[in-house]
């Protein structure tokens, strides 16, 4: 059993998208291999207009990656010296972001509004930092209380949708368009490598902001554009997207059941996602529960320095949609091996 795909809605070989790829390369005769910031025909667009309405942001720019975008944003809307306050937890590409634009950057304990609002008394209005849906714990971000805070304080949000969009919200439009506050976040970025199941990253801004980027981040300046036909498969799979509410409420109900399950069994688990992960310690007990649940034939993605702080390592499942409950008894069952072979 393979946990390590981000593929939560088991759609990387679906039928529709796969025609479309193949379509698109027999079709296209000539790829335009350079930035985007040549690419002036509407129709180089299509998908960024498509990606804007889905999640009702007003422009959408594509890059390369999630890494990408969230430095390349983080890069062209900040001052020097800018205050950050970003989740301890955060995707380290908005670390790198705040990194590169030499903001005065603040970590707030996860989740924590408490201490975000303490930080943002102390150092004044800045932007905020976090994921919806955070990669390694499966947690989810406060985003109201979160929103609310901004609007006391006049900060800016940056929002990481990578493990939300396509799982969460209206036909798949996101945590933040679940929770009504599209028009309340400033900006949205994704990494179209997880529910998208392909590559690619994007920005979702305001339109003023939006047209300014590709010609000052320097990410967009130094990389070129996505080719024609990774643009079709984009396409293609965002119409899956939509229309796959059934994918999403299976993801829902399997990823209760596995997390459920191992809670019963004694597991800290802090997971409110389809992302649930295992608390493993150091890198010693790491490897060995590591390779006691491959001898069981089931594999997670093991998280350890830098991704998590020094000796509090993860193994992290991916639930998917087409996880069965059969697959999830074996897990448990594994799971529960494992907790006893440890502690004798």
């Not at 390369?25 to 335009?32: F, Q, T, V």
């Not at 004694?266 to 390779?291: H, V």
Request: include cysteine; charged fraction near 20%; charge should be negative.
């Amino acid at each position: 059993m393979l946990l390590q795909s981000n593929d939560y809605l088991a759609i990387s070989n679906h039928d529709h998208i796969r025609e479309a790829y193949i379509e698109s390369l027999s079709n296209n005769k000539k790829d335009i291999v350079m930035s985007a910031i040549f690419l002036h025909k509407e129709d180089d667009h299509s998908f960024e207009h498509q990606l804007a309405s889905y999640t009702g942001f007003e422009h959408c720019i594509l890059s390369q990656s999630g890494w990408a975008a969230n430095v390349g944003l983080i890069q062209t809307i900040l001052p020097v010296n800018t205050p950050v306050y970003i989740d301890f937890f955060a995707h380290m590409s908005l670390w790198e972001g705040a990194r590169v634009a030499e903001a005065q950057i603040h970590s707030f304990l996860h989740n924590n509004i408490r201490h975000l609002e303490k930080l943002i008394k102390r150092n004044g209005p800045g932007l905020i930092l976090v994921d919806s849906v955070y990669s390694t714990l499966g947690t989810v971000a406060p985003l109201t209380e979160i929103v609310a805070l901004a609007k006391d304080y006049g900060c800016a949000i940056l929002v990481d949708e990578s493990h939300s969009l396509g799982t969460h919200g209206p036909k798949g439009a996101g945590l933040v368009a679940e929770l009504g506050l599209t028009d309340d976040v400033d900006f949205i970025t994704v990494s179209l490598a997880k529910a998208f199941a392909y590559r690619a990253g994007a920005i979702l801004c305001s339109h003023k902001i939006g047209q300014a980027l590709p010609f000052v981040a320097r990410p967009a300046i130094f990389s070129s554009a996505l080719l024609p036909h990774e643009i079709a498969v984009l396409e293609a799979t965002l119409n899956v997207i939509k229309n796959s509410d059934d994918r999403r409420s299976r993801l829902v109900e399997q990823a209760d059941k596995l997390r459920h399950g191992l809670i019963q069994l004694g597991f800290n688990i802090q997971s409110q996602s389809q992302i649930i992960a295992l608390e493993t310690g150091n890198e010693e007990n790491t490897e060995i529960m590591r390779d006691h649940l491959e001898n069981m034939n089931i594999f997670g993605s093991v998280f350890c320095a830098p991704a998590t702080p020094k000796n509090k390592n993860l193994i992290r499942f991916s639930v998917n949609s087409e996880l069965t409950d059969q697959e999830i008894e074996a897990i448990l069952q594994a799971c529960y091996l494992m907790k006893i072979e440890l502690a004798s």
